[in-house]
């Protein structure tokens, strides 16, 4: 795979196929275990079948080392987590009965384990083969590709569903996989590989059978890099004050009076329209402008509509300010995704670029985990302090702009760029 584009499809098509199970589990998993009857404090457990995506950093280290020299370095693992997520999807077909709930729930956390470990490797490959001038849209690509893979799996065939049923969607699901496989497998999808950098001339990353000792002391020399703590704090902290404020958007337009269609349309799919819009904006500004500068600007603007959400709290409800506030916030937001993810890339060491990939964005994982019951806690008015909407909002929008001022020690962070990002002298 020579041509750019043909390699950003590919990164597209597998970024599309890891957003699947998860979009299915995010947004149609719910609906169908209401329909059986589930209650609304055992759906509060859902999100851990999702615990691959926060756990993934700890094999990814197998995954950088482990691979088969006919298959190549990523598609050693690509291959086979793309015929795991097509055969699970094909078994839960089987099992969409009521008393089969158990093992239906036990196949979504399998399928989220196949698409998490293969994320891995596919940002493994965007590391190893990502260009200077296509970070930004590199990584559109892959933001864009996932929301994609979220609508399909928890959208548009949970509406088709009405036709072809639950077991159609889970055999249209296992059709997409499959269909990606094949993709895969005639793909040329390995570039040649990294050379030792300057910053860490004692790991002969060009070299593929590479010890394990030596790869593990390679991970330990990045990890104690110069500003690494205020880098995992940068990645940690971007989301933490925006997610205290989505948890409870939804459910503040449904107090307020706006009923639950309407929000479905406005913020389901008028909103995640305008994310899709964002990211792609945000690729074109981190390929146009320094990374960074485009991570200010977006954070920046992210403050705007943030402090919107407060002021309907506090001076009601209409039609066009949701509607502005939601698209101005999810546009910004999915620019503001991009950039950072590109900004990631950029201080990727690619000689063990897999794993310390995956531990930044299980960082951006874990460190925005908390917001939500916090968020919670402090507007609850039975269960928490009652602080309501109006003040997590406006703590959300504060937390933000707070945030802003990690752009100082980072920016004095100069990280050296792997032998493929450095510019062409």
């Known amino acids: 795979m020579r041509l750019p584009s043909l390699r950003l499809v590919l990164l597209c098509v597998l970024y599309f196929v890891q957003g699947l199970p998860f979009g299915f589990q ?6 169908y275990l209401r329909e059986q009857g589930t209650s609304l404090a055992a759906l509060g457990f859902i999100g851990v079948l999702a615990l691959p995506w926060g756990l993934k950093a700890t094999w990814a280290p197998l995954v950088d080392r482990y691979h088969s020299p006919r298959w190549g370095k990523r598609r050693s693992w690509i291959l086979p987590m793309q015929a795991g997520l097509t055969a699970t999807c094909a078994a839960a077909a089987l099992f969409t009965s009521p008393d089969a709930l158990p093992l239906l729930m036990g196949l979504v956390l399998v399928m989220n384990f196949f698409a998490a470990t293969q994320d891995i490797a596919v940002d493994g490959y965007a590391v190893d083969t990502l260009r200077p001038n296509e970070l930004g849209l590199g990584n559109a690509i892959q933001v864009v590709g996932y929301k994609l893979g979220m609508l399909t799996g928890g959208g548009l065939l949970v509406w088709a569903s009405k036709y072809i049923g639950w077991p159609g969607l ?9 269909g990606a496989f094949l993709v895969t497998l005639v793909a040329r999808t390995e570039s040649a590989p990294p050379q030792p950098t300057a910053a860490s001339p004692e790991a002969p990353a060009s070299e593929p059978a590479v010890t394990w000792a030596v790869f593990k002391a390679h991970l330990w020399t990045v990890v104690r890099r110069p500003g690494t703590g205020w880098l995992l704090l940068f990645v940690g902290t971007y989301k933490f004050g925006e997610t205290m404020a989505d948890v409870l958007y939804k459910p503040f337009l449904l107090d307020s009076g706006i009923p639950s269609w309407q929000i479905g349309q ?12 964002g990211s792609v904006t945000g690729g074109v500004l981190a390929t146009r402008m320094p990374v960074l500068g485009a991570l200010a ?7 705007f509509p943030l402090v919107g959400r407060w002021w309907l709290a506090t001076h009601g409800v209409s039609d066009e300010g949701v509607i502005s506030v939601t698209l101005c916030e999810e546009f910004v937001g999915g620019a503001l995704t991009t950039v950072m993810f590109a900004f990631i890339m950029s201080r990727v060491d690619s000689t063990i670029g897999a794993t310390h990939y995956t531990l930044l964005a299980s960082i951006e994982v874990w460190g925005k985990a908390p917001a939500a019951p916090l968020a919670g806690w402090l507007a609850d008015p039975k269960h928490g302090l009652g602080l309501g909407y109006a003040f997590v909002f406006l703590l959300g929008a504060a937390l933000s702009v707070a945030f802003l001022a990690l752009l100082v020690p980072i920016a004095r962070q100069r990280q050296p760029a792997p032998p493929h990002l450095a510019p062409a002298s």
């Open 170 to 178: 889970f055999l249209a699901m296992s059709a997409l996989c499959l």
């Open 297 to 303: 600007l977006t954070a920046s603007l992210r403050v």
């Open 266 to 277: 406005w913020v389901g799919t008028w909103g995640n329209a305008a994310s899709i819009l």
């Open 26 to 31: 995010a947004t149609a998993l719910p609906v």
